[in-house]
Structures are given as structure tokens and as C-alpha cells.
């Protein structure tokens, strides 16, 4: 039974590992793409929410409700079926007969994009919070521009502040693609759920998986704090 395992373990025809490292590949490739989108938007979403228009606070409220509120699974559906059948009616009109299909990575990284950039935009409004009026004052009062206030006086403490609640979410991101999966784009579960229905190994596979999830959850932590260390640092250099 030993060999067997390490048989189905190894990197020869009869082994698995090579399609579990390209498994591996695609899920770090998609948690990385996700990731400057999530940030992006959900920085976007939460100038909105304190914003002085209330349409932009509406518009931002409704936007993190909506995407918090709904399971992610039923989120990237949405997405990969149903953008892909809005996108497909338009095409049609300009088109007759046209056919699209939404590629699964990009799917992927617009579902999980949206969802993290749902919660990251309240990380990011509660580090704004944070942040005395006193910092935008002591700005404008040495020439700063709003825009200046914001690059050079406001994004430094903002970045120290949120980080904690980003690398929270990054963490929560990684597990997240997992639902990939069923769309069938070929990360960690499906590749182990492909090896345990084909050699019978469940517990085996399976567990491989949850070790690779834990490689990666160990290693992001790892890069976390020396980010948050070099943010320290360069903090107390200002």
C-alpha cells in the first residue's frame, strides 16, 4: 500500500503530483490577478461611501450589500452564466448567430474581484476613519493639493492601517478559489477531485489538497509580515 501511495504520488505517468502542482499554479495565478482588482475597486467603492454626494454613497452601499450579502458560489454563477448570457444576447443583435463564452479564469477573477472588493472597501473606509481630519488640514495648509494630500499625507498611514484587515481578506481570497472548481477551471480541488475519482484514493488526494491550501496559507503569512515590517519601518523613518 505504501508504494502504491508514493506510486500516485509521484511525477511519472502513473502519478499525480504534476497535475496537482499545475493546480497549485493556477490557483496562486488566480488569487494574483484577483487581487490588485479587489484592491482597486473596493479603494474606489469606499471613496464613494465617503463621499459628500449621495448618490456615490447610495451606489457604494448598495454595492458592498449586495455582493456581501450573496454566497460567493451563487456570485461566480451569476457571473459565468449569467454575464455570458447577457453579453451573448447583445453580440446577437449586432451579430445573429454569434456565440460567446466567458473564459472560466476570468470569470473567476471578476466573481472573487467583486467579493473581495466588497469587503475590502470597509477595511479601507475604516482606515479613512482612522485617519485624524487634522492630516488633511495639516496638508492643505502647506500648499498640498487634494490630490497631493491624499498621495503623499493620507495613502502612507492608510496603507499601515488597513493592512492587517487586507491580509485577512488575501487569506480568505486563497481558500476562495476553491469554487473555481465547478466551473472547471483546473486549481487544487478540481485536480485532486479528478486524481480521487479516478484512483479511488479520496483521503489521500484530498488531503493533498488541504496540505497545498495550508503551504500557501503558511507562506502568504510569512510575506505578510515582512510587509508589515517594512511598512513599520518606513513609518517610523517619516
Same mark, same amino acid.
Given at each position: 500500500m505504501e508504494s502504491s501511495i508514493w506510486t500516485l504520488l509521484s511525477w511519472g505517468?502513473?502519478?499525480? #503530483?504534476?497535475?496537482?502542482? #499545475?493546480?497549485?499554479?493556477?490557483?496562486?495565478?488566480?488569487?494574483?490577478?484577483?487581487?490588485?482588482?479587489?484592491? !482597486?475597486?473596493? !479603494?474606489?467603492?469606499?471613496?464613494?461611501?465617503? #463621499? #459628500?454626494?449621495?448618490?456615490?454613497?447610495?451606489?457604494?452601499n448598495i454595492y458592498t450589500t449586495i455582493f456581501r450579502g450573496l454566497p460567493e458560489l451563487l456570485t461566480l454563477f451569476l457571473v459565468f452564466y449569467g454575464a455570458q448570457l447577457g453579453i451573448q444576447q447583445v453580440v446577437r443583435i449586432v451579430s445573429p448567430g454569434t456565440t460567446v463564452e466567458i473564459n472560466s479564469f476570468v470569470a473567476g477573477m471578476v466573481a472573487l474581484g467583486v467579493v473581495f472588493s466588497s469587503y475590502a472597501s470597509e477595511v479601507f473606509l475604516s482606515a479613512f476613519r482612522a485617519i485624524p481630519l487634522g492630516q488633511y488640514e495639516g496638508g492643505y495648509s502647506i500648499g498640498l493639493s487634494k490630490r497631493q494630500t491624499m498621495r503623499l499625507v493620507v495613502l502612507p498611514q492608510l496603507i499601515r492601517i488597513a493592512l492587517p484587515g487586507l491580509s485577512n481578506l488575501w487569506l480568505a481570497l486563497l481558500k476562495d478559489t476553491a469554487l473555481v472548481s465547478v466551473i472547471g477551471l483546473s486549481d487544487i480541488l478540481r485536480q485532486a477531485t479528478i486524481a480521487a475519482r479516478v484512483t479511488k484514493e479520496s483521503f489521500l488526494f484530498f488531503g493533498v489538497a488541504c496540505l497545498a491550501y495550508l503551504v500557501l496559507a503558511i507562506l502568504s503569512s510569512f510575506g505578510i509580515d515582512a510587509i508589515e515590517r517594512a511598512v513599520g519601518k518606513k513609518e517610523m523613518q517619516r
Open positions: 505517468p502513473e502519478g499525480w #503530483s504534476r497535475s496537482i502542482a #499545475s493546480g497549485v499554479l493556477v490557483t496562486i495565478s488566480l488569487a494574483l490577478a484577483t487581487l490588485p482588482l479587489g484592491l !482597486f475597486v473596493g !479603494f474606489l467603492v469606499a471613496l464613494a461611501k465617503q #463621499s #459628500s454626494e449621495p448618490t456615490l454613497r447610495m451606489a457604494g
